[in-house]
């Protein structure tokens, strides 16, 4: 079956860089996501790649797609303290119609 | 963005009681609805889709008499936890398909999630 990790657990400063990881197993990937989960609220799309793209940018996020290493990523410029949350990558497949898999979610806390 | 309401957002039961939890598309129409079971600092596990007016299809490996799942109307889909024990505690997380407005992408929206302890 598909396998996705992430790694666990990052902490930045406030105004770096984050990058958070994930690596799959599925080569049938359609569409692949980021998503954010804060305390006590649900999943929020923060953006999505096509599998057949290398990179898309939206404002202080950029993704970038290895499909030969079946490596995505994610990256924040200039965290702030509002980007500590629990950001979980997924995947849709060919012939999984809208179910997603996600991946094992990473904690990134931002701190002063 | 669209809503979607999840309750209780926690709950606490004794082993053997069931427990129910809804799942509720406020600005829209959901024919499909997920549910998720994510353990600690594991990932989100589908355990069943949930269409409008029919059957709900499990994954392998959920038990469909243990958990189960209604949804008798366009915004509305519930999980019912029957005779829960402590090892059915999870977080369990709900969302739903907004097919018609929505560009493919963008057309599934979280609950916020419940979590259940089974003492």
């Known amino acids: 079956g598909e396998d996705v990790e992430q790694s666990l657990f990052l902490s930045v400063r406030e105004g770096d860089s984050s990058v958070i990881n994930c690596t799959y197993t599925?080569?049938?990937?359609?569409?692949l996501y980021w998503y954010k989960q804060e305390p006590g609220a649900g999943l929020q799309l923060l953006t999505y790649i096509f599998s057949n793209m290398d990179m898309k940018q939206d404002q202080r996020l950029t993704v970038l797609l290895n499909k030969k290493d079946k490596h995505l990523s994610l990256r924040i410029a200039d965290t702030q303290t509002g980007d500590s949350a629990i950001y979980f990558c997924a995947e849709t497949f060919t012939g999984g119609g809208n179910k997603l898999t996600f991946g094992t979610g990473t904690q990134l806390k931002v701190e002063l | 963005g669209a809503v979607v309401s999840q309750h209780p957002s926690w709950v606490i039961c004794k082993s053997g009681t069931s427990v129910k939890i809804e799942c509720r598309s406020l600005d829209f129409q959901a024919t499909t609805m997920f549910w998720y079971r994510q353990f600690p600092k594991q990932s989100l596990m589908l355990m069943a889709t949930?269409?409008?007016?029919?059957?709900?299809?499990?994954e392998q490996g959920v038990e469909k008499d243990k958990f189960l799942i209604n949804h008798a109307s366009l915004t509305l889909s519930t999980l019912t936890v029957t005779s829960a024990h402590p090892e059915d505690s999870s977080f369990y997380i709900c969302?739903?398909?907004?097919?018609?407005?929505?560009?493919?992408?963008?057309?599934?929206?979280f609950g916020s999630g419940t979590q259940l302890s089974v003492l």
């Open positions: 599925d080569s049938s990937s359609t569409y």
């Open positions: 969302s739903a398909l907004d097919a018609l407005n929505r560009a493919e992408f963008e057309k599934l929206f």
């Open positions: 949930s269409n409008e007016g029919s059957k709900a299809t499990y």
